[in-house]
Protein backbone atom coordinates (compact mmCIF):
# COMPACT_ATOMS: atom_id res chain seq x y z
CA UNK A 1 0.00 0.00 0.00
CA UNK A 2 1.43 3.03 -1.01
CA UNK A 3 2.04 6.05 2.05
CA UNK A 4 -0.76 8.19 0.77
CA UNK A 5 -3.35 5.31 0.85
CA UNK A 6 -2.35 4.26 4.08
CA UNK A 7 -2.36 8.06 5.42
CA UNK A 8 -6.20 7.93 3.42
CA UNK A 9 -7.21 4.64 5.11
CA UNK A 10 -6.08 5.67 8.54
CA UNK A 11 -7.70 9.22 8.19
CA UNK A 12 -11.27 6.87 7.14
CA UNK A 13 -10.94 4.76 10.12
CA UNK A 14 -10.31 7.79 12.75
CA UNK A 15 -13.70 9.45 10.88
CA UNK A 16 -15.52 6.51 11.47
CA UNK A 17 -14.31 6.18 15.36
CA UNK A 18 -15.17 9.53 15.95
CA UNK A 19 -18.36 9.42 14.41
CA UNK A 20 -19.16 6.22 16.07
CA UNK A 21 -18.60 8.25 19.17
CA UNK A 22 -20.34 11.22 18.77
CA UNK A 23 -23.35 9.03 17.97
CA UNK A 24 -23.37 7.46 21.47
CA UNK A 25 -22.74 10.68 22.79
CA UNK A 26 -25.41 12.53 21.48
CA UNK A 27 -27.80 9.04 22.14
CA UNK A 28 -27.27 9.13 25.71
CA UNK A 29 -26.65 12.35 27.02
CA UNK A 30 -29.56 13.96 26.22
CA UNK A 31 -31.53 11.21 27.85
CA UNK A 32 -29.69 11.84 31.58
CA UNK A 33 -30.60 15.28 31.60
CA UNK A 34 -33.17 16.59 34.24
CA UNK A 35 -36.20 18.64 33.75
CA UNK A 36 -35.73 23.23 33.98
CA UNK A 37 -36.09 24.71 37.51
CA UNK A 38 -38.83 26.35 37.75
CA UNK A 39 -38.55 30.06 37.86
CA UNK A 40 -40.65 30.48 40.99
CA UNK A 41 -38.59 27.61 43.13
CA UNK A 42 -36.40 29.24 45.77
CA UNK A 43 -34.32 26.43 46.85
CA UNK A 44 -32.26 28.76 49.28
CA UNK A 45 -32.73 29.30 52.67
CA UNK A 46 -31.04 32.32 54.91
CA UNK A 47 -28.88 30.08 56.81
CA UNK A 48 -27.11 28.74 53.47
CA UNK A 49 -26.63 32.12 52.10
CA UNK A 50 -22.61 33.30 52.30
CA UNK A 51 -23.28 36.83 50.68
CA UNK A 52 -25.59 38.53 48.02
CA UNK A 53 -24.56 41.27 45.56
CA UNK A 54 -25.95 43.24 42.42
CA UNK A 55 -23.74 43.65 39.45
CA UNK A 56 -24.63 46.82 37.83
CA UNK A 57 -24.65 46.73 34.26
CA UNK A 58 -20.96 47.23 32.91
CA UNK A 59 -19.71 46.15 36.13
CA UNK A 60 -17.91 43.10 36.99
CA UNK A 61 -17.33 41.34 40.42
CA UNK A 62 -14.17 38.55 41.38
CA UNK A 63 -15.16 36.08 43.92
CA UNK A 64 -14.38 32.97 45.60
CA UNK A 65 -15.96 30.00 45.66
CA UNK A 66 -14.97 26.67 48.03
CA UNK A 67 -15.68 22.61 46.86
CA UNK A 68 -19.31 22.47 47.69
CA UNK A 69 -20.42 26.03 47.72
CA UNK A 70 -22.53 27.66 45.04
CA UNK A 71 -23.51 30.45 42.95
CA UNK A 72 -26.92 31.53 41.48
CA UNK A 73 -26.82 33.92 39.35
CA UNK A 74 -30.27 35.66 38.15
CA UNK A 75 -31.52 38.10 35.39
CA UNK A 76 -34.17 39.87 37.23
CA UNK A 77 -35.00 41.84 34.07
CA UNK A 78 -34.94 39.11 31.33
CA UNK A 79 -32.66 41.37 29.32
CA UNK A 80 -29.20 40.99 30.75
CA UNK A 81 -26.41 38.56 30.07
CA UNK A 82 -23.48 37.13 32.45
CA UNK A 83 -20.13 36.30 31.15
CA UNK A 84 -18.08 34.17 33.55
CA UNK A 85 -14.27 33.17 33.84
CA UNK A 86 -12.33 31.47 36.32
CA UNK A 87 -9.56 29.19 37.67
CA UNK A 88 -8.38 26.85 40.16
CA UNK A 89 -7.30 28.29 43.31
CA UNK A 90 -4.35 26.51 44.60
CA UNK A 91 -3.13 26.55 40.62
CA UNK A 92 -4.78 29.16 38.47
CA UNK A 93 -2.37 27.78 35.49
CA UNK A 94 -5.88 25.30 35.69
CA UNK A 95 -8.90 27.26 34.27
CA UNK A 96 -12.25 27.06 33.14
CA UNK A 97 -12.23 25.78 29.24
CA UNK A 98 -14.95 25.78 27.33
CA UNK A 99 -14.11 23.79 24.34
CA UNK A 100 -13.23 20.33 26.10
CA UNK A 101 -16.61 21.13 27.99
CA UNK A 102 -18.40 20.95 24.46
CA UNK A 103 -16.01 18.47 23.45
CA UNK A 104 -16.60 16.00 26.14
CA UNK A 105 -20.28 15.91 26.52
CA UNK A 106 -20.57 16.24 22.77
CA UNK A 107 -22.91 19.25 23.06
CA UNK A 108 -22.64 22.97 23.12
CA UNK A 109 -25.90 23.17 24.75
CA UNK A 110 -25.48 24.43 28.87
CA UNK A 111 -28.28 23.24 31.03
CA UNK A 112 -29.17 21.47 34.45
CA UNK A 113 -27.27 18.47 34.54
CA UNK A 114 -24.24 19.40 32.49
CA UNK A 115 -20.64 20.47 33.99
CA UNK A 116 -18.15 22.78 33.32
CA UNK A 117 -14.38 21.53 32.83
CA UNK A 118 -11.05 22.56 32.87
CA UNK A 119 -8.41 22.64 30.64
CA UNK A 120 -7.33 19.63 32.92
CA UNK A 121 -10.37 17.39 32.48
CA UNK A 122 -11.30 17.90 35.74
CA UNK A 123 -15.26 19.27 36.67
CA UNK A 124 -15.08 23.15 37.09
CA UNK A 125 -18.94 23.92 38.19
CA UNK A 126 -21.89 21.87 37.76
CA UNK A 127 -25.37 23.67 36.82
CA UNK A 128 -27.18 22.21 39.38
CA UNK A 129 -29.86 24.40 38.80
CA UNK A 130 -31.45 25.96 35.84
CA UNK A 131 -34.72 27.56 34.22
CA UNK A 132 -33.99 27.90 30.48
CA UNK A 133 -30.85 26.45 29.31
CA UNK A 134 -30.59 29.04 27.07
CA UNK A 135 -26.42 29.44 27.52
CA UNK A 136 -23.69 30.31 25.15
CA UNK A 137 -20.67 28.27 25.28
CA UNK A 138 -19.53 29.43 21.94
CA UNK A 139 -19.33 33.38 21.11
CA UNK A 140 -17.51 34.62 23.71
CA UNK A 141 -17.43 37.88 25.21
CA UNK A 142 -18.11 41.37 24.13
CA UNK A 143 -16.05 43.79 22.79
CA UNK A 144 -15.38 47.41 22.97
CA UNK A 145 -16.59 47.05 19.30
CA UNK A 146 -19.46 45.20 20.22
CA UNK A 147 -20.64 46.75 23.06
CA UNK A 148 -20.20 50.38 21.43
CA UNK A 149 -22.80 49.76 19.03
CA UNK A 150 -25.20 47.69 21.60
CA UNK A 151 -25.11 50.83 23.71
CA UNK A 152 -24.34 53.77 20.89
CA UNK A 153 -22.49 55.28 22.57
CA UNK A 154 -18.52 56.15 21.55
CA UNK A 155 -17.44 54.09 24.69
CA UNK A 156 -19.09 51.38 26.83
CA UNK A 157 -17.51 48.95 29.35
CA UNK A 158 -17.50 45.21 27.89
CA UNK A 159 -16.86 42.09 28.66
CA UNK A 160 -13.23 41.35 27.19
CA UNK A 161 -11.80 45.07 29.53
CA UNK A 162 -13.83 43.62 32.46
CA UNK A 163 -12.11 40.60 32.57
CA UNK A 164 -8.55 41.82 31.95
CA UNK A 165 -8.95 44.53 34.45
CA UNK A 166 -9.89 41.51 37.10
CA UNK A 167 -7.01 39.57 35.89
CA UNK A 168 -5.01 42.06 36.58
CA UNK A 169 -5.88 42.42 39.90
CA UNK A 170 -5.13 39.14 41.00
CA UNK A 171 -1.59 39.30 39.14
CA UNK A 172 -2.70 37.52 35.96
CA UNK A 173 -2.12 38.56 32.01
CA UNK A 174 -3.86 38.86 28.86
CA UNK A 175 -2.74 34.75 28.23
CA UNK A 176 -4.38 33.76 31.70
CA UNK A 177 -7.66 34.84 30.43
CA UNK A 178 -9.92 31.44 29.03
CA UNK A 179 -12.76 31.67 26.65
CA UNK A 180 -15.89 32.00 28.80
CA UNK A 181 -19.43 30.71 29.11
CA UNK A 182 -22.14 33.14 28.68
CA UNK A 183 -25.40 33.03 30.50
CA UNK A 184 -29.00 34.25 29.82
CA UNK A 185 -27.15 34.01 25.28
CA UNK A 186 -29.71 31.98 23.89
CA UNK A 187 -27.49 31.15 20.76
CA UNK A 188 -27.80 28.16 18.33
CA UNK A 189 -26.85 27.11 15.03
CA UNK A 190 -29.28 27.34 11.94
CA UNK A 191 -29.15 24.69 9.46
CA UNK A 192 -26.50 26.62 7.33
CA UNK A 193 -23.72 26.42 10.54
CA UNK A 194 -24.86 30.15 11.55
CA UNK A 195 -25.18 31.64 14.96
CA UNK A 196 -28.33 33.27 15.56
CA UNK A 197 -30.01 34.68 18.87
CA UNK A 198 -33.14 33.43 20.25
CA UNK A 199 -35.19 36.15 21.93
CA UNK A 200 -38.49 33.98 22.84
CA UNK A 201 -36.07 31.82 25.09
CA UNK A 202 -35.00 34.86 27.78
CA UNK A 203 -37.52 35.72 30.67
CA UNK A 204 -37.57 37.96 33.51
CA UNK A 205 -36.57 35.87 36.53
CA UNK A 206 -34.40 33.55 34.36
CA UNK A 207 -31.29 32.26 36.97
CA UNK A 208 -28.88 29.21 37.24
CA UNK A 209 -27.26 27.84 39.97
CA UNK A 210 -23.78 26.64 39.60
CA UNK A 211 -21.37 23.94 42.59
CA UNK A 212 -17.73 24.49 42.50
CA UNK A 213 -16.07 21.19 42.59
CA UNK A 214 -13.16 22.71 43.49
CA UNK A 215 -11.84 25.66 44.82
CA UNK A 216 -12.48 28.67 42.41
CA UNK A 217 -11.90 31.76 41.80
CA UNK A 218 -14.45 33.21 39.45
CA UNK A 219 -14.76 36.76 37.64
CA UNK A 220 -18.61 37.43 36.38
CA UNK A 221 -19.55 40.50 34.18
CA UNK A 222 -22.44 42.17 33.14
CA UNK A 223 -22.47 43.16 30.04
CA UNK A 224 -24.24 42.69 26.71
CA UNK A 225 -23.97 39.77 24.68
CA UNK A 226 -22.00 40.60 20.93
CA UNK A 227 -25.37 38.87 19.28
CA UNK A 228 -27.87 40.66 21.75
CA UNK A 229 -30.12 42.37 18.94
CA UNK A 230 -31.40 44.92 21.12
CA UNK A 231 -29.95 48.56 20.05
CA UNK A 232 -29.47 50.18 22.62
CA UNK A 233 -29.25 47.67 24.56
CA UNK A 234 -31.02 47.33 27.99
CA UNK A 235 -29.00 48.73 31.11
CA UNK A 236 -29.96 45.75 33.55
CA UNK A 237 -28.19 44.43 36.54
CA UNK A 238 -28.17 40.94 37.81
CA UNK A 239 -28.03 39.28 41.03
CA UNK A 240 -25.55 37.10 43.04
CA UNK A 241 -26.26 34.81 45.85
CA UNK A 242 -22.94 32.76 47.11
CA UNK A 243 -24.52 30.05 49.10
CA UNK A 244 -23.69 26.44 50.73
CA UNK A 245 -25.11 23.97 48.87
CA UNK A 246 -26.27 20.67 49.51
CA UNK A 247 -23.99 17.65 49.78
CA UNK A 248 -24.63 15.83 46.02
CA UNK A 249 -26.93 12.36 46.45
CA UNK A 250 -25.88 9.33 45.40
CA UNK A 251 -27.86 9.84 41.99
CA UNK A 252 -27.23 13.24 41.72
CA UNK A 253 -27.29 13.93 37.31
CA UNK A 254 -24.50 16.45 37.22
CA UNK A 255 -21.73 13.35 38.62
CA UNK A 256 -24.34 10.25 37.07
CA UNK A 257 -25.59 12.36 33.85
CA UNK A 258 -22.63 10.11 31.49
CA UNK A 259 -19.95 8.28 31.46
CA UNK A 260 -17.48 11.08 30.50
CA UNK A 261 -18.53 12.94 33.49
CA UNK A 262 -18.63 10.29 35.79
CA UNK A 263 -14.43 9.90 34.48
CA UNK A 264 -14.36 13.65 35.03
CA UNK A 265 -15.37 13.71 38.82
CA UNK A 266 -13.64 10.72 39.63
CA UNK A 267 -10.68 12.70 38.37
CA UNK A 268 -11.37 15.68 40.48
CA UNK A 269 -12.28 13.83 43.52
CA UNK A 270 -8.63 13.10 43.72
CA UNK A 271 -7.66 16.30 44.21
CA UNK A 272 -9.29 15.92 48.02
CA UNK A 273 -9.16 12.36 48.74
Not at 15 to 41: F, H, N, V
Not at 88 to 105: G, V, W
Amino acid sequence: MKPSQQKQTIAEANRRRYEELRAAGQEATPKSLPKATPRDSAGITKDMIVRSETVPAGWYTTLTLKRGEALRIKDPSGAASAALIGWRQEDMSERLNCADTAKIQWTATMAKGRVLLTDMGRVFLSLIEDTSGAHDLLMGASTPASTQAAYGVDYARNSHENFLAAAAKLGLGLGDIPGCITFFAPVSLDKAGRFKWNKARKKAGDFVDLRAEMNLVLVVSNCPHPLDPARPAGANAIELVHYRAPAASSDDPCRTGSAEAMRAFTFTDRLFA
